[in-house]
């Protein structure tokens, strides 16, 4: 189904998401919007400024964001709040270890909190992940977290968009959006994120060398504090960085640690498009 195929009620995608909004839009209080600068928050932001909505756009910094998407949305978006997660990404490193595919505690400490007692406009689409396909139009999220004790209700107007239908909307809306899809990121977010595949995580890596130093600097310091628990089975810190990126060692042609001299960052912007505009 194309951004301008009808549904029953005789609306195309656009005009089925504007009547969402229009339909759900709390009386005394606005909309507590979801923005994280990517390509989806972007269409959702303009989708609802469409439905005449009244809404607060919210974007939740983290140290894992790369730098560019911080900066589209302070140019772009200079009106979206900036709200700090409760406690910082790597203080909470230090005391829950660090995350994987199965352990990802991280979501609920950077992403998923906030919007307590609101009505929340996110921008998912059911065809992202398996997860996603099962989750509905509107949801009453009554789920505690570490964060968020009251309720809220979630109001998902994208979700039956495609990929291709957020694309056509950009470019059909004249909308800007973050330079990274031009280097061929497929979605903006954290940088080498455990969910994420051993090469594109690499090639994280190489190509956000700052936050790689981050990371690297994170697993020293966590090596240290909880070598009692770890020593039995890595040997040092190197060797529990490189097997949680899928590898037993740095593979070749890796600068390790990360290098995030001015030169790097350029050297590495370089590779990185060569390698997607051959
Ligand atoms: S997207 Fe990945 S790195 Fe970011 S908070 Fe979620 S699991 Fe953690």
Redesign the pocket.
Known sequence: MTLGQLDFDGNNKIEASIALIQTWQPINEPYYLGFSGGKDSVVLKSVADKAGADYIAVYHPSP?DPPEQIRFIREYYPKVVFERGPIPFWKAFEKKGF?QRMK?W??EY??EWGGSEKVCLLGLRSDESKSRSRRCFVENDIKKTRFNKAPRTIINPLLKWSGRDVWTYIRENNLPYCSLYDEGFKRL??VM???ANKKQRLREYTRFPKIAYAWYRGFQKLYEMKKDKYESRWENADDMFWWWMGYEQAPDGIVYPPVVSKTFIFESSKVVWAQNHP
Do not use: Q, V
């Open positions: 894992l995350p990802r991280c979501c950077i992403k977010g954290c994120c455990p969910l």
